[in-house]
């Protein structure tokens, strides 16, 4: 997006920066101020008054930041000067931060609407965001500004990034991912939108007790969350169970779905900023709902539990990310949540499609979906279902626009790590979705049976229905079929996808299944994470432009044997690993030495993960220690071993390697022959 003007670089530091730059007002050259679409009004005069007001972003000098921020202590938290904590402090500079990404989220939005431009929706069971407060001020460049205005009426930011919780969002990988393409595409100025479900209480909060992993509730939100946006008017209806009945329109055969329970979803709203850009986008979050708030007539009859049964089994559906699916209740949970969060956006895009747009062929023109690993796939169908149900499209015209706008990320390379839905439980659940699967699978089959004659082994490997006893529903497949482009995360994982698990499909669709490797945003990994080694890289390269892009790192190999930049080098992974032990020593009471290489796993904690494989070197290391002389000893370069992450509640094997790895801690930990050269650290609650 447009950068300042020179010419305004130079005015007066108090004059607020003028909504002309933003793009917005540069759609009509910015010879022209254009009035906002949102405020319509008959008399012209009255939106003009209501434009003039709105039409300067709030001011960016020291003064204009501290009477935003004072004001939400008084007017937002109703605090006073007497009363004002550092998590009070906290919360007002936070939605004194959310008032600046709103002014650009409102413009972002309002651009990408007037020009009708096609819009990317990253659909994903987690995002792991992380904190916010640091990376926000880093990307709109106000970091500086922030630390300044605080300090002067007593504050530290560095103290407030502390008060801040971690969003309960995500667990692993995939939900970290999904955060930093959000990130990339704000900074790249795509128009996306993130959605995914707003969850009270996340995973649960790791304790370990006696080794073992103990889960509790992570109330991630009883501090509120001044970083949201609560949108009552954007709810939809969602519902489960019922029956279909079909009827015949105009050769077309579509179905009625009745009955059921329905629950409503509610959108909150999460300004995403680009980094050195006015480009603001969304993470676009669902919170579950009863259809029917309270049971006024079994509350009078004495009923009281009756009376808000149907409100706690609707909240239960965005209660917690991945709820233990030992049991049946608890795989129908987690299909609920997959089928609530894809049917609210699905209506979602909709919506704002049908915006500007009336011609549904233009629909892929408009959105692509990219659905994030196999959870988000009844995203495919329920878009089907509406297509032909509700739009009336017929089979041929909504296949092909389904086919058209969405896209698949794998994740594994497992064939047991896959996603399989129980025949029965989706028929239960999802009455007509089922029908739509099938119908789906009989469609591609004659397809796969004309190609490939009697070849059986092929069809069965292929379909989307898993024969058996109890019949299985391929997500995987579904998604690949759906989509009309599949990627993997990385080279080799594409390459092994393509050669082992999606063999078949990879020889049928040659060119769909393809390689995007998959980073990091180095504004959090890097700037935000390590500053003084952003300072290093930025002095050595005389710019700051790598941190937007990171190809321009390759020219730190010039210094690769300049001693004085090594030395600094050096000097800050020192420094960063002492305040890493210094953590360790006031989370775990356990002694690290600086002086060693840190070894470390941080994973979701899985046995296709290899925590296992590196706790049995662990103790093989330490065992080949154990048989060496002191002298020996000596000469080994120390090492201490740091693992970390959650385990599925009901996950027994894994839970087991956590326990396994406290055990050998503790031996190797408390060894006076050993000392220092071994150590062995998990790390508990990291993410």
């Known amino acids: 997006m447009d950068k300042v003007n020179e010419e305004e670089k130079d005015t007066d530091k108090k004059r607020p920066i003028k909504r002309k730059n933003s793009k917005f007002l540069m759609q009509d050259g910015g010879s022209s101020p254009l009035l906002r679409p949102e405020f319509i009004y008959h008399n012209e005069d009255k939106a003009q008054k209501i434009w003039s007001l709105m039409q300067t972003y709030q001011g960016i000098d020291q003064k204009s930041i501290q009477r935003s921020i004072v004001n939400h202590v008084e007017y937002t938290l109703a605090m006073t000067r007497f009363n ?46 992380g904190r916010l407060m640091q990376n926000t001020l880093n990307n709109i460049n106000m970091e500086k500004n922030y630390r300044e205005a605080l300090m002067d009426i007593g504050y530290d930011l560095e103290r407030l990034y502390d008060e801040e919780v971690d969003p309960a969002l995500g667990n692993g990988g995939l939900g970290r991912l999904a955060a930093c393409f959000l990130d990339s595409l704000a900074t790249l100025e795509v128009p996306a939108w993130g959605y995914g479900i707003r969850y009270d209480y996340g995973i649960f909060k790791q304790v370990i007790r006696d080794g073992y992993q103990c889960e509790i509730p992570d109330f991630w939100l009883s501090g509120g969350n001044p970083w949201e946006i609560e949108r009552p008017e954007v709810i939809y209806p969602i519902r ?23 629950v409503m979803a509610k959108a909150y709203d999460t300004p995403v900023p680009g980094y050195n850009t006015f480009n603001c986008n969304n993470l676009r979050l669902w919170k579950s709902l009863p259809a029917r708030e309270f049971d006024f007539q079994s509350f009078n009859k004495g009923d009281y539990l009756s009376s808000v049964e149907s409100k706690q089994r609707a909240e239960y559906i965005t209660s917690v990310l991945y709820p233990n699916d030992n049991s049946e209740e608890g795989k129908e949970l987690r299909l609920k949540q997959q089928y609530f969060f894809c049917s609210a956006t699905v209506r979602d895009v909709i919506r704002r499609f049908k915006k500007n747009n009336s011609d549904w062929k233009d629909f ?13 796939a009844i995203a495919a169908v329920e878009f089907l279902r509406i297509l032909i149900d509700e739009e009336k499209l017929d089979w041929g015209e909504a296949w092909k626009i389904l086919h058209s706008s969405f896209s698949y990320t794998n994740h594994t390379v497992l064939p047991e790590a896959l996603e399989t839905w129980s025949v029965g439980l989706i028929n239960h659940l999802l009455p007509r979705h089922m029908e739509l699967i099938y119908l789906i699978n009989h469609f591609f089959m004659d397809e796969v049976a004309k190609k490939y004659p009697g070849d059986y082994q092929r069809m069965q490997e292929m379909s989307l229905i898993a024969e058996g006893d109890d019949k299985k529903v391929r997500m995987a497949n579904l998604c690949i079929l759906c989509s009309h482009k599949v990627n993997g995360v990385a080279e080799l994982h594409t390459k092994l996808i393509q050669e082992t698990i999606f063999k078949r499909f990879h020889e049928y669709f040659p060119n769909k299944i393809e390689n995007k490797t998959n980073g990091v945003t180095p504004r959090r990994w890097i700037h935000c994470a390590n500053p003084k080694l952003s300072a290093l890289i930025t002095e050595a390269l005389d710019d700051s432009e790598w941190i937007g892009e990171l190809e321009r790192v390759e020219y730190l190999e010039n210094f690769a044997e300049d001693e004085e930049f090594v030395q600094k080098w050096i000097d800050i992974k020192k420094q960063n690993k002492e305040k890493l032990a210094a953590k360790v020593k006031e989370v ?15 994973k979701r904690i899985h046995e296709y993960k290899r925590q296992l494989m590196n706790i049995l070197y662990v103790i093989h290391r330490y065992l080949t ?7 020996e000893r000596e000469k080994v370069v120390p090492r201490v071993v740091i693992i970390g992450g959650k385990a599925a509640p009901g996950y027994h094997n894994a839970k087991a390697i956590i326990k396994l790895v406290n055990a050998v801690g503790d031996i190797v930990n408390n060894d006076k022959d050993i000392g220092d050269i071994l150590k062995v650290i998990f790390y508990p609650n990291y993410c």
């Open 84 to 129: 004002f904590s550092d998590f009070g402090c906290y919360q007002a500079t936070a939605f004194s931060l959310r008032d600046r990404l709103l002014e650009s989220w409102n413009d972002t939005n309002q651009y990408f609407t007037t020009h009708n431009v096609k819009r990317v929706y990253y659909l994903s069971l987690e995002f792991l965001l």
């Open 588 to 602: 775990l009471g356990i002694k690290i030495p600086v002086n060693a290489l840190y070894d470390v796993q941080i």
């Open 625 to 631: 220690l154990k048989d060496m002389t002191p002298g």
């Open 364 to 376: 892929p023109n408009k959105a692509a979906l990219q659905l994030n690993d196999t959870h988000p």
């Open 240 to 262: 489960f169970y019922g029956y279909t009945e079909k009827y015949e329109e105009d050769g077309v055969e579509r179905a009625q779905w009745k009955g059921g329970e329905i």
